[in-house]
């Protein structure tokens, strides 16, 4: 250890997140632990992905530091753990985010972000298995499900507005087959269209009736103008 590490501090992260469904109403759970003082945060989105939460997670209790530390983070994420170990996300970046010749890298708002945090402080991940009875890992984990089943949760912009659907792979009709599993997608109308401070809607989405994935489709999206719709 240099001298310059031994005068950072160190802190300790736990992190998780899921959605239920995936995709859907997600949420993320986080403690941080300096000395004897310990923090949680947590937050959900309307329409998200458990990997989107596992990552939002990491950044979420990164961006809490205010000031460079020497960081242990504890994930039950693979995704998440493995592409930051094994260096696959900044050579994702290096690439122009194209993980291989044919297949861009997914959720790339994110990690750009968490690779620039992982730059500001010294970072290390750790996976531990999850639903495994560490306290820590658990409670992060009754954090994220409290989360998303809160009431008028905000847009995933970066998941709504992901540039690495390309126009050819979007899903758009209804009849279209699901990519995740190939079955015709069938056309659903939101239960409830106005969040508070949300400033547009889905008039429909696109449902698999398979997997329950769902697609949200561009020309489906309204604007709300200065009244309340009910």
């Known amino acids: 250890m240099t001298g310059e590490q031994e005068k950072l501090k160190k802190v300790t992260i736990f992190t998780d997140g899921g959605c ?4 859907g109403p997600g949420g993320y759970g986080v403690i941080l632990i300096y000395g004897n003082t310990q923090k949680e945060l947590t937050g959900g989105f309307s329409l998200t992905t458990n990997n989107r939460m596992e990552l939002f997670a990491a950044i979420a209790g990164l ?3 205010k000031f460079p530390c020497m960081v242990i983070l504890y994930s039950d994420s693979r995704y998440l753990v493995d592409a930051m170990t094994k260096g696959w996300a900044k050579k994702w970046r290096e690439n122009g985010w194209w993980r291989n010749k044919k297949a861009k890298a997914y959720n790339i708002d994110l990690w750009e972000k968490l690779i620039d945090l992982c730059n ?3 970072v290390e991940f750790k996976w531990v298995k999850g639903h495994a009875g560490l306290g820590a890992n658990e409670r992060c984990d009754e954090l994220s499900m ?11 912009e970066g998941y709504e507005q992901r540039p690495e659907d390309s126009s050819a792979s979007k899903i758009t009709q209804e ?4 990519r995740k599993c190939s079955t015709p997608v069938v056309k659903k109308v939101p239960r409830r269209k106005q969040k508070p401070a949300q400033t547009y809607y889905y008039e429909y989405y ?3 009736p398979n997997c329950r994935t769902m697609y949200m489709v561009e020309e489906a999206k309204r604007y709300f103008e200065n009244q309340t719709l009910l």
């Open 20 to 23: 239920e469904p995936n995709p």
């Open 63 to 65: 961006q809490a530091i």
């Open 120 to 122: 500001k402080h010294q």
């Open 146 to 156: 409290e989360a998303l089943k809160q009431p008028n949760l905000t847009a995933d």
């Open 175 to 178: 009849g279209q087959s699901c």
């Open 206 to 208: 696109l449902y698999c």
